[in-house]
């Protein structure tokens, strides 16, 4: 058998997640553009998914999403830009800045996190409340195994 097509047919955890984030992107940034935000992109989200209301620190959302510093500086440059925040002294070390979303920001993220909840919600009756809650509480599991470790343990992986 192709390695393609075992692909496709047994997908490994990297392209099940990947087709999972790749997808759920596309169904979000399309819903939060037909509600008046079209100028985001899947990008953006390294900013807004994890962006509080009071304001983050770039070097939080960096951490958090798992991106480079640099790379979230870019990205809030263009945020600044289209509206969605703004940089303001951080009043518990005014040599730090804090990311603080505008009203347009507050908008997107309270659109965003409904729409999440609607996805959500539709997958678990789709494939029952409590499949959709062990799958989560799983796939939850795994993440937080592959990030903090960075690898997997192949002392504690079944033979071959």
Do not use: C, N, W
């Not at 009071?54 to 790379?71: F, I, M, W």
């Amino acid at each position: 058998m192709r390695r393609s097509q075992r692909k496709q047919e047994e997908p490994d955890l990297g392209i099940l997640s990947s087709r999972t984030l790749f997808g759920l992107q596309r169904e979000l940034f399309k819903r939060l553009s037909e509600q008046g935000h079209s100028q985001l992109r899947p990008r953006h989200g390294a900013v807004m998914a994890y962006l509080d209301e009071e304001g983050s620190r770039a070097t939080d959302l960096a951490a958090q999403s798992g991106q480079h510093k640099q790379v979230i500086g870019t990205l809030v440059d263009e945020l600044v830009e289209l509206g969605y925040v703004e940089r303001q002294p951080d009043p518990a070390d005014r040599r730090a800045k804090l990311i603080v979303p505008t009203e347009k920001g507050r908008d997107q993220m309270a659109k965003s996190d409904a729409v999440l909840v609607e996805m959500e919600a539709a997958h678990a009756r789709a494939v029952g409340e409590q499949a959709y809650a062990d799958f989560k509480r799983v796939f939850k599991l795994i993440v937080e195994r592959q990030t903090t470790t960075g690898q997997t343990d192949s002392s504690t992986a079944p033979p071959k």
